[in-house]
């Protein structure tokens, strides 16, 4: 194991009608804020109503900001903050998903910064302060609600990029399993894809020895897998969605890649999807994984062998452990396909004519390389695009 430091200080609020909490909390922090959201999913289920009545109940004031895109742009967030410099505000709630969420976590470090926010997203320069962020979440998915990170599309360049510091980690965020009932099957499943992409981003690794994250990774899978077709299937059923849910936001926090070396060139590769495609990022990543796995896995068979096996089940083949890493492969891609995930480009109606130019972007024209459980060149990303189509 290697060394490490954990500390996360998002409260989790968590369970039935916890949503009318939600202007007690806050005015703890703030009586006057920004109250940032989609578009347009609170307002028809309800939740909009609901957050308002508890914010105007705890005599807390808000400006609100709607609109956020999945795939949350930049020109939205610079809105954000010139209202919240107009207004004198220094706490900003989201309700909704991660585009809402990150784009308020944008706002948050671009308020008190005198120079352009994107600074921060394209390498520029870190933040030293930023406003307070509190989300109530609909979609697990990103695990923004307890994650540092923040992922904004610039229009110009069609670039998407993140920054990541704990100083935009939400200080709470309010997680209702009954608030994911109206999602759709397809953003349940994408949502699904994602929370699988960031443990398996965990999960392979070079550290030798940590046994302890790698079965809180596998339980975590195992999880997922098991209770996202109810969701599916029985949308309101609590249990399941409460499973998904907790599951979702335990595997953004940091927890399961304490004492490890992670890899994320999936996530570095489909953010160049999604940024030039406007794809759900959960389903751009159901086509990027497998594809990554199937250039990857021969230079750690065995761990891809520990996934087939712990993972989904699969007998393993000791005269022919290739052949048992490939299952492993093909059993994650099966159930993408059984959620109603894409497991190809084409089928988001992504084509062939860009992929030199996501490598590119995704490298830095070849100046450097991406992944921590192998590295990976211009070419390598470009060999995985071509998988994937
Ligand atoms: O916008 P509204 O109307 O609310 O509709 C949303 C949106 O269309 C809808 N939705 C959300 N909750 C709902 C609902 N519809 C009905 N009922 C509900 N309860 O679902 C759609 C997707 O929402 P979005 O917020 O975009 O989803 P998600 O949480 O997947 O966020 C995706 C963004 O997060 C970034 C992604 O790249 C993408 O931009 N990520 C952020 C990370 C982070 N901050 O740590 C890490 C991730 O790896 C990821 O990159
Ligand atoms: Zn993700």
Known sequence: ?????????????????????????????????????????????????????????????????????????????????????KEGIKFILAVGGGSAIDSAKAMAVGVPYSGDVWDFYSGKGMPEKALDVATVLTI?????????????????????????????????????????????????????????????????????????TDRLCEAAMKTIIHNVPTCINEPENYDARAEVMWAGCVSHNDLLGTGRNQDWSSHGIEHEIS????????????????????????????????????????DIDFHNQEKTALAGIAALEKFFISIGMPVRLKEMDVGADRLEEMADKCT??????IGGFMSLDRNAVLEILKLAV
């Not at 086509?287 to 699969?314: D, E, H, L, T």
């Not at 830095?364 to 390389?369: F, I, L, R």
């Open 1 to 85: 194991m290697e060394n490490f430091v954990f500390q996360n200080k998002t409260k989790i609020i968590f369970g039935r009608d916890t949503e009318n909490q939600v202007g007690e909390e806050v005015a703890a922090y703030a009586k006057k804020i920004l109250l940032h959201y989609g578009g347009g999913s609170i307002k028809k289920s309800g939740l909009y109503d609901r957050v308002t009545a508890s914010l105007k109940k705890a005599g807390v004031e808000y400006i609100e900001l709607g609109g956020a895109q999945p795939n949350p742009r930049l020109s939205l967030v610079k809105q954000g903050i010139d209202i919240c410099r």
């Open 140 to 212: 697990p998915a990103a695990g923004s609600e307890s994650s540092p990170s923040s992922v904004i599309t610039n229009e110009d360049g069609d670039l998407k990029r993140g920054l990541t510091t704990d100083l935009i980690r939400p200080v709470f965020s309010i997680l209702n399993p009954v608030l994911t009932f109206t999602l759709p099957a397809y953003q349940t499943a994408c949502g699904a894809a994602d929370i699988m992409a960031h443990i398996m981003e965990r999960y392979f690794t070079t550290t030798q020895c940590a046994d302890f």
């Open 275 to 314: 940024g030039i495609y406007d794809v759900a990022h959960g389903a751009g990543l159901a086509v990027v994984f497998p594809a990554w796995m199937k250039y990857v896995y021969k230079s750690n068979v065995n761990r891809f062998v520990q996934f087939a096996s712990r993972v989904w089940g699969i």
């Open 364 to 369: 830095g024209s070849g100046s450097w390389t």
